[in-house]
């Protein structure tokens, strides 16, 4: 999946598994693979009832979903990576410290894509693929940017609450990603 966007939450029950199948939706015409994991999942487990409602709502069958707890070769593997959290980036940079400069959270990957949109950079060495370049464009513009305040860049964990918050959830999710799909759009 060297070509491929891995989201990565707590259990892979809810934040990740929207975030893949959202991103499926629209990354679908475009060259990229899109997988999820959980630093603290189970293997094997259902995705959350809400969650599963969000899913369907992509066009998508999520029934054959199943969580899957996140290794070091599934980071190593992924062109980027886009966790849930904070907490969840420093996981994934502790199992495999090579996947830093392509791990980031969705949010902050988002600001940093809106940013580079905003002022282009001057032409930059070509990358192989559309991901890659867009990987290269956001941690360029990841050395220029202010760090943002800590809840800009954690997304709310929906576990718990009704079927409107993962509906928001969702919602933050489509919204983080559209920059994202962009990015990786005119970067290659």
């Known amino acids: 999946m060297v070509d491929g966007v891995l989201f990565v939450c707590h259990a892979n029950m809810c934040r990740s598994p929207m975030a893949e199948f959202i991103a499926r939706r629209l990354l679908r015409d475009l060259p990229v693979a899109v997988a999820s994991a959980g ?13 599963v409602e969000v899913a369907a709502g992509t066009g998508a069958d999520p029934a054959a979903f199943r969580t899957r707890r996140l ?47 905003e002022a282009p950079e001057p032409a930059a060495p070509r990358e192989d693929s ?11 513009a990841r050395g220029r940017l202010q760090p943002a305040t800590p ?27 559209r920059p994202v799909l962009a990015l990786i759009g005119t970067a290659g």
């Open 39 to 51: 630093t603290d999942a189970l293997d094997g487990a259902a995705m959350h009832p809400y969650a």
């Open 71 to 117: 290794r070091p070769e599934h980071l190593t593997r992924a062109g980027l990576v886009l966790t849930a959290t904070r907490r969840q980036r420093s996981i994934c940079t502790a199992l495999a410290p090579a996947a830093l400069p392509r791990t980031f959270t969705l949010r902050q990957f988002a600001r940093l894509a809106a940013a580079a949109a």
């Open 130 to 140: 559309p991901l890659r370049a867009a990987v290269a464009v956001a941690a360029r």
């Open 151 to 177: 809840d800009a860049d954690d997304l709310h964990d929906p576990i718990g609450g009704s079927p409107a918050d993962f509906r928001r959830c969702a919602e933050e999710i489509e919204r983080s990603i």
